[in-house]
């Protein structure tokens, strides 16, 4: 058996659903199971229905007339599409009428485009002769907490699922499974989701519990590429890449994997392929434990923009015992959690998410400390091989002298696959391309 992920635009009409049929018809000697996003940037469009709706208007124009116009160009009927859109349509009259919305509606509001999804692949793969049926998450026992909008998968799921597939892996039952990905329900039978990009994670969740032979996902590029490609348009496929470096990469910023979608595969040591639906002839990405052959020094480069930076330095705290506890005791407190930190003995530089309200923490640091806050910052990460860092710095480093780039700060990560360093938000992506020039042409 394996799993088929396919994103967002790889179904994003009626020409590429049929495209992704035929890919799923030729691997179904392997017994895939398919895990597919809601149809292009219907999980946008719904997000914006819904910021409508809050101001009193209802409009699920848009969403409605791309899956019609799909069904019918596909040739197919679906009254359960149809259903769900008058749902939807109820649902974004209730918020408007209310002029508010938790995050909880929020999730079972953008749910709607994945279980349409669902539908219409099944239809139009049963239309072809290709036994098939949908299943919303929940129907095959996906479920989890009940963080609304960022939900963490129930340990259980490792027995529901195999307990819902196992009579189609053995043969017993042959409908392809064609599963919404991204939602899940929680204990109490509310929908969440797992995050934007989840539907990677619902894949690798699928054939981590399955003891898959590999978990598929298929994008619009040619694997997972050494940067960005819309920042340096030559980004280059990475043929392999490791665990340890795909989660890294996902944390620090690559679009291109749910930042949890390592964790399930991990476990079981399933192999990961990362194809691409526009080109399939090209091989990809495999994601295994352990580099097969020589380690490459430089994996690839990551952003995450729109950060800040906080420096904290303390000469009263020079050489005393407890500055770093006293420091993270005070983001615990305010709930602010830090994502790139460099520390000497009384100095701190960290960063934080832009959007988290500092008013507090400062106040509480700036007791003990200066406190300097500096916005409009990115996190640069160079994922490497730790082991020749020097050598990476050095030729990074000096490329971006060369360039005048100012590197604020520096630090590498414990799991010796990353170096990351802050620049201005707006040398970002000119960093990126120094450094990709450097590493890889
Ligand atoms: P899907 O919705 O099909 O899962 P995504 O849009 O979430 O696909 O991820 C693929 C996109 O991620 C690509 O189109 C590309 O623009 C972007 N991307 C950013 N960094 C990388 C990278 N290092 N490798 C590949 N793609 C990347
Ligand atoms: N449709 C969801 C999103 O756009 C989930 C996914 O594509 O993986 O974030
Ligand atoms: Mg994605």
Known sequence: MIVMKFGGSSVANAERIKHVASIIKAYQDKRPAVVLSAMGDTTDHLLEAADKAVLGEVDVAGVAKLHEDTAAELGIKIETIEALLTELKQLLTGISMLKEISKRSRDYLVSFGERMSVRMMAAYLESQGIPARFYDAWDIGIVSDSNYMSAELLDEVWENIPAHLNDYKNGTDNHIPIVTGFIAKDVKGNITTLGRGGSDLTATMIGAAMRAEEVQTWKDVDGILTTDPRVVKEAKPVPEVTYEE?????MFGAQVLHP?????????????RVKNSYNITSPGSIIV????????????ITTVKHITLIDIVSSRMLGA?????HIFNNFLKWNISIDVIATSEVSVSLTVNTKADLTG?????????????RKDKAIVTIICDAAHSSAILASGFDALAEEGINVQMISQGASKVNISMIVNDDEADKTVQILHNAYFS
């Open 246 to 250: 795909a989660q890294e990469l996902a």
């Open 289 to 300: 434990e352990k580099h097969s052959g020589k380690v490459p020094p430089v994996c690839a």
């Open 361 to 373: 923490l400062i106040s509480d640091l700036e007791q003990a400390s200066q406190v300097s806050v």
């Open 260 to 272: 949890r979608s390592m964790l399930p595969v991990r476990k079981t040591g399933t192999p990961v």
């Open 321 to 325: 015992a407890g500055f770093l506890a």
